[in-house]
């Protein structure tokens, strides 16, 4: 195309009579354009049976033309030419963006697999910590067994050495000591056999994030259980502590010694999971409890039995179950993770500030669990997250 643009384009009067172009095979000087074959002829050349009846038209008047017709091809070539550019610039970057996000997803890919091995290591810490408690108990029953047993020989052996002398006595002295020796033989009791037992835990695989997002629950709190300086948001969602107390009717499910609540939604099987804003409250408690629970009474929380939870107490963070146990955290949680299966009997506790987990209770629930949240008596509020479209608080 650029070649024929410079054969057409105009040259000077003297390059015109200079350099007039003729025909190879006439020799004579080309004049015509045929518009059919697209050829510059001669006068001789036109008169050839080849290009009978074709549209001859003077060079001057066909190069105006097709001069006219090659500059209006030139801006939509300009017009393509910029389009195409454009096109690979949106490619350029939408391939940054896939790089960017091939980057992020192996991040998030490692990131979940260290998560699941983290999981899977502090789960296996909890089942062989349960199987040393289990190896224990054991040993304890095993020493008591051999005791009891050990003490009944030494008490036959005595009775025999008593016996035998009894046999040798005078007919007056066997009669007299008779009651005693028949009350001694008619009381032993021989020691109850120990029946030794090894509970093998299931194996336990923890459950990333993103798994646990298939158990979400909505849940919601019980205003029927607030303790009266509890006061509970609109959205039944949020609670926070007030120093005055409110006028409620009296209830025996109602908290009336720590500020706690406890949620609508009652478990007794399957799997269920629920996260729990703290933010930066200097004391509370999440967790389950038995619908049993005591309300009016004051316990320690160690004596809480049917109370598993995570709390926040004088600065430490501690999982209080049958027995408290000090927790070392990484990062300060804004959130708690809760995922419980009641079938399993398993409660565990996830860091939502950076999804990582904390710690887990194994335990045969004896009746039907409750979501538990313990307040505090800070002026800042505790709230349940709802189940939202992209399940985040």
């Known amino acids: 195309m650029v070649s024929t643009v410079r054969l057409l384009q105009p040259k000077s009067e003297a390059e015109r009579q ?28 036109a008169q050839l049976p080849d290009h009978e009846g074709h549209h001859m038209r003077p060079i001057t008047e066909a190069a105006a033309d097709h001069r006219g017709r090659i500059q209006s091809y030139t801006q939509p070539l300009r017009r393509q030419v910029a389009d195409l550019q454009k096109q690979l610039a949106i490619q350029e970057r939408e391939l940054l963006g896939l790089s960017e996000k091939v980057k992020s997803s192996r991040q998030q890919v490692s990131s979940e697999y260290e998560s699941v091995s983290l999981l899977l290591r502090n789960t296996e810490e909890v089942v062989l910590s349960r199987l040393d408690e289990d190896e224990d108990d054991l040993q304890h029953q095993h020493n008591a067994s051999m005791t009891d047993i050990s003490d009944h020989i030494s008490a036959l052996n005595r009775l025999l050495t008593e016996l035998a002398e009894k046999i040798v006595m005078p007919e007056v002295e066997l009669l007299a000591a008779i009651k005693g020796t028949l009350n001694m033989y008619g009381n032993l009791k021989p020691p ?46 949020h609670a926070i502590f007030m120093k005055r107390k409110q006028s409620v009717p009296p209830n025996p499910k109602r908290f009336e010694i720590y500020p706690a609540v406890l949620g609508s939604e009652a478990f007794n099987s399957g799997r269920h999971y629920w996260e729990v804003q703290v933010g930066s409250k200097t004391r509370w408690a999440v ?107």
């Open 18 to 45: 200079g350099e007039s172009p003729r025909c190879e095979k006439h020799s004579q000087i080309l004049t015509l354009f045929c518009e059919e074959d697209l050829e510059v002829l001669c006068h001789q050349c």
């Open 192 to 237: 109850e056999p120990c029946s030794f037992r090894v509970r093998v835990p299931e194996a336990i695989i923890p459950l990333s994030y993103p798994a646990m997002q298939k158990f979400r629950e909505d849940i919601t709190l019980d205003p029927e259980t607030a303790h009266p300086k509890v006061y509970l948001f609109e959205d039944k969602r």
């Open 287 to 393: 967790g389950v409890c038995t619908e049993s629970l005591p309300r009016s009474v004051k316990q320690s929380q160690a004596e809480q039995n049917g109370c598993w939870t995570i709390q926040l107490h004088h600065g430490n963070y501690v999982a209080c179950g049958t027995e408290p146990v000090t927790l070392l955290l990484k990062e300060k949680p804004r959130g708690i993770g809760v995922y419980l299966d009641c079938d399993l009997g398993e409660i565990s506790f996830y860091n939502l500030s950076d999804r990582s987990y904390i710690h887990s209770f194994m335990y045969n629930f004896p009746e039907v669990l409750k979501p538990y949240f313990y307040v505090g008596r800070d002026s800042k509020p505790l709230g349940v997250c709802q189940v939202t479209m992209t399940d985040k608080c």
